[in-house]
């Protein structure tokens, strides 16, 4: 009997209801803003994956290298599990750990969960014909959806993973809501497998968001190429140019879109109108730096307590394993 595809935890009409406010509140404060998650429509998940494959792109190459070296040991702390993966993309790191979970257990269950829904449906294909003594099944779905669908689902042996460096784009505020929602949707003894960006020189963070052949600023302007189709606006993207910053006091780079004239943009679905000056920004995402024992805190205090840490030679990038103890 075939397997399931994917299940789809909202539909195009709620989402712009939902979603549509934030961009209101980002757009009209005076410092304005964009969620990240706007980021991901189909088109943008394939140029962040031309960003992972760049050579200044340097946090996708090291974190690959931890689990070439360690998902052997990472599956036999965990043991076999449902395996729920947020901001999966095309899962080609976790491929990793998927080879070491097939090691020791043939009816595996994975669940990688994205909100784009092009993207999820080509890698769970792939990853169906790949693993086909797996039961693989893609949620479409927000981190926010996808955590309350898991709570109200709970398994005994749950991992949550959390690769890649977006534990970073949350604000302070945002990542402990996060985390609430996180050790919600986990039992006791069950798992939370976390990537970290960790602190370094500014000379090494910068080149990883400015890069060469222009693939992020790509990224960066087609947030605004999906405010215009999903919210019916007028965006000239030829008007913006994307720089990123390293905030050092606040230990984080910053994504921005600078408008190069004076001009006012429409979004006729959200009955909204917004002018620009010549040199006015829009910030569209921060990606913090961490530091080990502060984020170790951080998760303790949410009764993840943490197994292991495996980091890279050089300590760039960190992975924590922690386990629910409440």
Partial sequence: MPQQLLTILNNSDQVV????????????????????????????????EQICELPEY??????????????????????????????????SKTQLLLDAYQKIDGSFKYLPTDVSGGILETSVLQLQEKYPGFSIEGIIGTYEETLVQLESTPAPSRTICFLGSSAGNFTPSEFDCFLN????????????????DLQKPK?????????????????????????NWRFKGNFDLNLF????????????????????????VSLDTLDLKVSFDAGESIQTGISRKFDLAVIQTKLEEKG??????????????????????F
Avoid at 27 to 36: A, C, G, I, R, Y
Wanted: glycine share 6%; charged share 20%.
């Fill in 17 to 48: 209801k939902n979603h549509g406010q934030d961009v209101v509140r980002g757009l009209t404060n005076t410092l304005k803003s964009l969620p990240p998650k706007y980021f991901y429509d189909d088109r943008g998940s394939e140029l962040f």
């Fill in 58 to 91: 340097y946090l996708t190459r090291t974190e690959t290298s931890i689990l070439k070296q360690y998902a052997d040991e990472i599956t036999q702390i965990t043991g076999s599990c449902e395996l729920v993966e947020l901001g999966s993309g095309s899962s």
């Fill in 181 to 196: 929602q996180v050790a919600k949707a986990l039992v006791p003894r069950n798992y939370f497998l976390l990537g970290i």
């Fill in 203 to 227: 000379e090494i963070l910068e080149p990883a968001y400015n890069d060469s052949k222009g693939v992020t600023a790509a990224f960066n302007l087609n947030i605004l190429s999906h405010l």
């Fill in 241 to 264: 140019t994307h720089q990123a910053i390293y905030n050092q006091a606040r230990t984080q780079i910053e994504m921005y879109l600078y408008c190069q004239g004076n001009v006012t």
């Fill in 304 to 325: 993840l307590r943490t197994k292991k840490i495996w980091t890279d030679s050089q300590q760039w990038f960190g992975l924590i394993l922690c386990q629910a103890d």
